[in-house]
């Protein structure tokens, strides 16, 4: 099992992993209303760089590997965090969480900038 969350800087929980989003490309100004979850915001934070899918790419390997290292103990747990937690991290959180459960792994997401 394997727990994905999404935060503010700061405002993280206690992880096992963290994923600094803060140096992907934001959300432009037009899409501020909306949150990671939406498609336009993580299309658009996912590939503006085009190097940060590869980058994704490792952290999903190296996430596999430790979750199955420490089956059988505590959910792994993984924080992806951005200044605001509400574009990057959020967008970066769904696709880890949707590359895991692609190679089998059972993954649970939250949300903690995104309140209930």
């Given at each position: 099992?394997?727990?994905?969350?999404?935060?503010?800087?700061?405002h993280?929980?206690?992880?096992?992993?963290?994923?600094?989003?803060?140096?992907?490309?934001?959300?432009?100004?037009?899409?501020?209303?909306?949150?990671?979850?939406?498609?336009?915001?993580?299309?658009?934070?996912?590939?503006?760089?085009?190097?940060?899918?590869?980058?994704?790419?490792?952290?999903?390997?190296?996430?596999?590997?430790?979750?199955?290292?420490?089956?059988?103990?505590?959910?792994?747990?993984?924080?992806?965090?951005?200044?605001?937690?509400?574009?990057r991290?959020?967008?970066?959180?769904?696709?880890?969480?949707e590359?895991?459960?692609?190679?089998?792994?059972?993954?649970?997401?939250v949300?903690?900038?995104?309140?209930?």
């Amino acid at each position: 099992m394997i727990l994905i969350t999404s935060s503010a800087k700061g405002h993280a929980t206690p992880a096992d992993a963290v994923v600094d989003c803060g140096s992907l490309q934001p959300a432009p100004e037009s899409l501020r209303e909306f949150n990671g979850t939406h498609p336009h915001v993580a299309d658009y934070v996912l590939n503006y760089h085009p190097g940060t899918i590869r980058w994704l790419t490792h952290i999903v390997r190296d996430v596999q590997r430790r979750a199955c290292r420490s089956m059988g103990s505590a959910p792994l747990t993984v924080a992806c965090v951005s200044p605001e937690g509400r574009n990057r991290a959020v967008a970066v959180a769904d696709f880890l969480a949707e590359r895991l459960a692609e190679r089998g792994l059972e993954t649970t997401v939250v949300h903690e900038g995104l309140g209930a």
